[in-house]
């Protein structure tokens, strides 16, 4: 039996979610799992979704209690063979003999950018860096969702082995049509609001675009882009960019087969799920330098210095010429492959530890 941390899976879309229940769907072909969560409003939910698991709820919102006060008691009288913290950090001070701790990272961005991320509110900085050292001191087992994520850690914790599994690979995906009122073509980035995704450098290179003559607007999905639109008010920025908000998953995927370039020029990513996702809907892809991208990418990605206003401009016409957005359909798929042969499956690799 195998217990996992499914607390993260009450945000739909997020890449770490999207992970875990990747995760979840290879371990049930030959384990029995124990999803735990905090709240009993969510323990419905899984109950409905993974009516093959067992569901137990430990009630508490705060986080270091529940995993290292309310998580032991539960591993103590369970027993389970394994125990996975799915998103970084959550592992447990004390647990059974016995009890086997995997946990999963996706990335040790916060470490990179100190100031940006722990610096900002120190007592949250030093709950994140203690509870990162502590998990990846105590796991039997890491799993990174990168060959970068992999070498961060080992240089980080000095570990000989981390071992590597990328998500799973999506399979190409048809159009639908999309709502009345989107654009009949434009562009479009998916990748969240973190400042080092670089979307303020983006709305402004997208206006020099239209500045230059270029037709095509900017959609942006997701949330958290309140505080930058207030900024940008009033300014030349904002021209063109239509802010979608946070939309179904089935709309996401419309918007991203019907996009002419997706736009990612994030500065650092643990993997970039969304540039497997434009790959996997035909679609070309402006992709950043740092950590995994190029590593996701392969041949198939345009990639820009996201932290360079000038050269995402410069990108966004390179990834619209004509030549490019005739070969990205089957350079995207043929990097979907190779990726796909280079996956692992979560039960050969738990299997091994167990």
Same mark, same amino acid.
Do not use: D
């Given at each position: 039996m195998i217990a996992v941390d499914a607390r993260y899976l009450r945000r $739909?879309?997020?890449?770490?979610?999207?992970?875990l229940r990747d995760l979840i769907a290879e371990l049930l072909a030959g384990y029995r799992l124990v999803l735990l969560t905090s709240s009993d409003a969510h323990a419905r939910r899984l109950r409905i979704e993974y009516p093959a698991c067992d569901t137990v709820v430990l009630p508490e919102r705060r986080e270091l209690v529940w995993e290292q006060r309310l998580l032991p008691r539960f591993l103590a009288? $369970?027993?389970p063979d394994a125990y996975? $913290?799915?998103?970084?950090?959550?592992?447990?001070a004390r647990s059974p003999r016995g009890t086997r701790l995997i946990l999963v990272v996706h990335d040790l961005i916060p470490l990179r950018w100190p100031v940006r991320h722990l610096l900002r509110d120190p007592f949250r900085g030093a709950r994140y860096v203690h509870g990162t050292a502590l998990s990846l001191a105590r796991a039997d087992l890491v799993i990174a969702n990168s060959r970068s994520t992999a070498t961060d850690v080992a240089t980080l914790r000095r570990r000989r082995t981390v071992t590597v599994r990328y998500p799973t690979i999506p399979s190409l995906r048809a159009a639908g049509t999309l709502p009345a009122g989107w654009p009949e073509g434009f562009l479009l980035h998916c990748g969240g609001a973190d400042p080092r995704k670089n979307v303020e450098r983006l709305l402004a290179a997208h206006a020099g675009y239209l500045a230059d003559g270029g037709t095509l607007p900017l959609v942006v999905l997701g949330t958290g882009f309140d505080a930058l639109r207030a900024k940008l008010r009033g300014g030349p920025a904002l021209a063109g960019a239509v802010f979608a908000g946070?939309?179904?998953?089935?709309?996401?995927?419309?918007?991203?087969?019907?996009?002419t370039a997706v736009l990612y020029p994030s500065s650092w990513e643990g993997?970039?799920?969304?540039?497997?996702? $434009?790959f996997s809907a035909g679609t070309a892809v402006m992709a950043g330098l740092g950590g995994a991208q190029r590593e996701v990418g392969g041949d198939a990605a345009l990639y820009v210095d996201g932290r360079d206003r000038d050269a995402i401009g410069d990108g966004i016409w390179r990834v619209l010429d004509p030549g490019w957005q005739a070969a990205a359909p089957a350079r995207g798929y043929a990097q979907l492959e190779l990726l796909r042969h280079a996956r692992r499956d979560a039960l050969e690799i738990v299997g091994g530890l167990l």
């Open positions: $739909a879309n997020v890449g770490i979610s999207v992970y009288r $369970a027993r996975i $913290a799915g998103a970084n950090r959550g592992l447990p946070q939309v179904s998953e089935e709309l996401k995927w419309r918007a991203l087969a019907h996009a993997f970039g799920l969304p540039i497997l996702e $434009a």
